[in-house]
């Protein structure tokens, strides 16, 4: 029930409105004779509507005591006079009367009248309290909201967009939007927003939030994503315009892009970065339709040594030698040309004009010079780098950006193992890689498979051809008699990590065949190992105590064929190494002397048993020749030292007597027997017969 409240002065008159009010269900909650006394009460009793005769007794009327009221509370008011005059109405009017009835009034016209107001007054309340939502929800967005009219004119600005735009909001509302919205998209390929001409209906809306930069006014452009929607409450079109700030998200977007295309430790691009790049290049030439493409070239350069530098200044040192070194390649580069770190001290260098392999070798050499100066590491110590690299030229037949690197990639590892500063591809090489690649395939399941197996050729006595050991060689058969030969997987079996699987499968094939030998009582002779470089370790201590151990054989039936450079490698620990296998009672040889170092002088200093030497000194050996006189001194100094001589690769009988005639003690090769098996070898002993002219007893 609506609570009413009655100013009116003449008692009377308030009696009746107050009893036809009572008859149509409202509760008269008082009556007021007097403006201020109407004021005060109103305003205390809080009544749903009040009825307000305009004439009252006293000084203040009734249009002045709801003016009082209305400044105080949002309550309805209906005015009710007898007569009015224009100059009433027009006050009436200002304080906004909810209604206005004029006596007499009958009954229906009052009840209507009233339930007009009560609803009015309902729904503003309502709508104040949306906008005050909507106001409040404006203030605390995280974008800017502005609403302009078709004009131009700015109806609306929320904080953030005062904020965002950088002006003060009575600035900003004294502007036209045309004048403070000012766009230029954020790729330079997407179209730029127009507020003119979205205006003038002459540019469409875009789908979604366009990124664009904001240019503003004394204030540095921001990048914004800016949302636009039209809408026509009362008929009249508004734009609603959202900014929201990107500077935060592109900042991230770049850091993202950072961390995917370029090199932490350089900042240079990384490999990613650099295929695309060249993808690029390689596209944008064959678009020239192969009409004289204008050739480039792709350098990968390999940092040498910087393992050392971590090893013995940390791995900072190795780090800030990398970035030094990025950054001297940099400038040597030209604007055009694309610096790329792959990673591990590894560059890829994209020259953008590679018309003239000349002068790109020149640049590749300057590269490299001042790579190689001195690099400051602290203020008393400068470490230096080398580096070896590889160049490809392009476009040639090209298509793939990975090719090219992959081929660069190949002629750096060609300038590394033949020692050369800088090695240009070529496609010979390529297939060369490929081949090499396959075959290094193949090995490693040969290896895993046991497809190779060790063949024995004999070292006899030259005084009575008995067989006083053999030297156990390796073999792959692809068929039962064809066979790869040794010199064409070992070197590839060296250069990509087999060898170990390689020499350790030989070590076990042989241990096991000697105790075959053993079990048959077949023996009066050791089997020699070749050992490379990588497999001379500690760990082949422990390998050979292990099989000798496993296989129930004795130390002194294993001899191992080192060469030179092997020995004179490191030559401390090498020493070490070898004074252990001797205490042990392996016999260690000197393979192919004479090819190498052949420095007689260290030859003092190792703990060793045999020298053999080369074959190439022995296939020409006649007496005078220069052959003849270097294979006389081996043997003599060799003996000097307690050596005993083997000679390798004995062909002829001549060989072999002008040998005999050295004095020189061992001999090897085809004229007395190539490597044979060990079922052959067996079945000779057991038969009690030579092995071609080597003599088993
Ligand atoms: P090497 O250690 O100098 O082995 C001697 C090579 O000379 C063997 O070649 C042998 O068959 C060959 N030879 C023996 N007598 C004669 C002869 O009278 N005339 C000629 N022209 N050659 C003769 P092979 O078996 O082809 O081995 C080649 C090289 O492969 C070996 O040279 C050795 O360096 C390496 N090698 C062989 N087996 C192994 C192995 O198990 N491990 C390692 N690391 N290297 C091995
Ligand atoms: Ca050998
Ligand atoms: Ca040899």
């Known amino acids: 029930m609506s609570r009413v409240f009655i100013v009116e002065d003449e008692v009377l008159v308030a009696r009746d409105i107050k009893s036809r009010l009572e008859k149509l269900g409202y509760q008269v909650i008082g009556t007021a004779a007097r403006g201020d006394d109407a004021v005060t009460r109103v305003l205390s009793e809080r009544p749903d509507l009040i009825l307000m005769d305009i004439n009252l007794k006293g000084d203040m009327d009734g249009i002045e005591a709801a003016d009082r009221i209305r400044a105080e509370a949002d309550l309805p008011i209906i005015f009710c006079t007898a007569y009015s005059n224009d100059e009433t109405l027009a006050r009436a009017k200002v304080t906004v009367p909810y209604g206005y009835v004029l006596k007499p009034f009958d009954n229906r016209e009052l009840e209507i009248t009233i339930e007009i107001a009560l609803h009015k007054h309902q729904m503003e309340v309502a709508l104040k309290a949306a906008g005050i939502r909507l106001e409040a929800t404006l203030q605390n967005l995280d974008d800017g909201v502005l609403t302009i009219d078709e004009t131009g004119v700015i109806l609306l600005a929320n904080p953030m967009a005062?904020?965002?735009?950088?002006?003060?909001?009575?600035?900003?509302?004294?502007?036209?939007?045309?004048?403070?919205?000012?766009?230029?998209?954020?790729?330079?390929?997407?179209?730029?927003?127009?507020?003119?001409?979205?205006?003038?209906?002459?540019?469409?809306?875009?789908?979604?939030?366009?990124?664009?930069?904001?240019?503003?006014?004394?204030?540095?452009?921001?990048?914004?994503?800016?949302?636009?929607?039209?809408?026509?409450?009362?008929?009249?079109?508004?734009?609603?315009?959202?900014?929201?700030?990107?500077?935060?998200?592109?900042?991230?977007?770049?850091?993202?892009?950072?961390?995917?295309?370029?090199?932490?430790?350089?900042?240079?691009p990384n490999r990613q970065l650099f295929l695309d790049r060249l993808t690029t290049r390689l596209i944008s030439t064959r678009a020239n339709d192969g009409l004289d493409p204008t050739p480039f070239a792709v350098v990968i350069i390999s940092v040498e040594g910087l393992d050392v530098i971590n090893q013995a200044l940390g791995f900072s040192a190795g780090d800030h030698a990398i970035v030094d070194v990025a950054r001297r390649i940099q400038k040597i580069a030209r604007p055009d040309d694309t610096l790329s770190h792959l990673g591990g001290g590894r560059f890829a260098l994209l020259l953008s004009d590679g018309g003239d392999p000349g002068l790109t070798l020149e640049a590749v050499e300057k590269a490299q010079i001042s790579i190689h100066a001195n690099i400051e590491w602290t203020l008393d110590a400068t470490v230096t780098v080398d580096s070896y690299c590889g160049l490809v030229f392009g476009p040639g037949e090209y298509v793939a950006a990975n090719d090219m690197v992959r081929d660069g990639e190949t002629a750096v590892g060609r300038a590394k193992s033949e020692g050369l500063a800088a090695v240009v591809f070529d496609v010979a090489m390529y297939e060369k890689a490929k081949a090499m690649l396959l075959m290094r395939s193949k090995l490693k399941d040969a290896i895993d498979q046991r497809v190779l197996l060790p063949y024995f050729q004999p070292i006899v006595d030259l005084k009575t051809l008995k067989i006083i050991s053999f030297e156990a060689l390796v073999r792959w058969p692809l068929s039962d008699d064809v066979f790869i030969p040794p010199d064409d997987f070992i070197p590839l079996a060296e250069k990509s990590g087999l060898v170990l699987l390689l020499g350790d499968l030989m070590l076990e094939t042989v241990c096991q065949q000697l105790k075959v030998f053993n079990s048959k009582a077949i023996d009066g002779f050791s089997i020699a190992v070749n050992i490379s470089s990588e497999q001379f370790t500690e760990a082949l201590v422990d390998r050979l105590d292990y099989l000798i151990s496993k296989y129930d054989l004795l130390p002194q039936q294993i001899g191992l064929e080192i060469t030179e450079s092997v020995a004179m490698k490191a030559i401390d620990s090498n020493l070490k190494l070898l004074e252990i296998f001797r205490e042990r009672g392996h016999k260690i040889s000197v393979d192919d002397f004479g090819t190498g170092y052949s420095s007689l002088a260290y030859l003092k200093r190792f703990p060793l048993d045999t020298i053999k030497i080369d074959r190439a000194f022995i296939q020409e050996l006649a007496v005078d020749t220069d052959d003849f006189i270097i294979a006389k001194a081996i043997i003599d100094l060799g003996h000097s030292l307690g050596l005993k001589i083997v000679a390798e690769g004995v062909e002829t009988q001549a060989q072999m007597k002008l040998l005999q005639e050295l004095g020189c003690d061992l001999g090897q090769g085809f004229y007395f027997q190539k490597a044979s098996t060990g079922e052959m070898i067996s079945s000779c002993y057991e038969r009690g017969l030579p092995l071609g002219r080597a003599q088993t007893l």
């Not at 045309?178 to 001409?197: G, K, M, Q």
């Not at 900042?251 to 961390?259: D, G, I, P, S, Y």
Request: hydrophobic share 50%; aromatic share 6%; glycine share 4%.
């Open 162 to 268: 005062v904020q965002l735009l950088g002006l003060s909001k009575d600035m900003l509302m004294s502007l036209n939007a045309e004048a403070v919205l000012r766009f230029e998209p954020l790729n330079a390929t997407d179209t730029t927003i127009d507020i003119a001409a979205l205006l003038q209906g002459q540019m469409a809306l875009p789908v979604s939030f366009d990124r664009q930069v904001l240019l503003r006014q004394d204030q540095d452009p921001l990048p914004v994503a800016v949302g636009l929607n039209w809408f026509s409450p009362g008929g009249s079109p508004l734009l609603v315009i959202s900014l929201r700030d990107l500077t935060t998200q592109i900042a991230q977007e770049v850091q993202l892009v950072k961390t995917a295309f370029y090199d932490d430790l350089t900042s240079l």
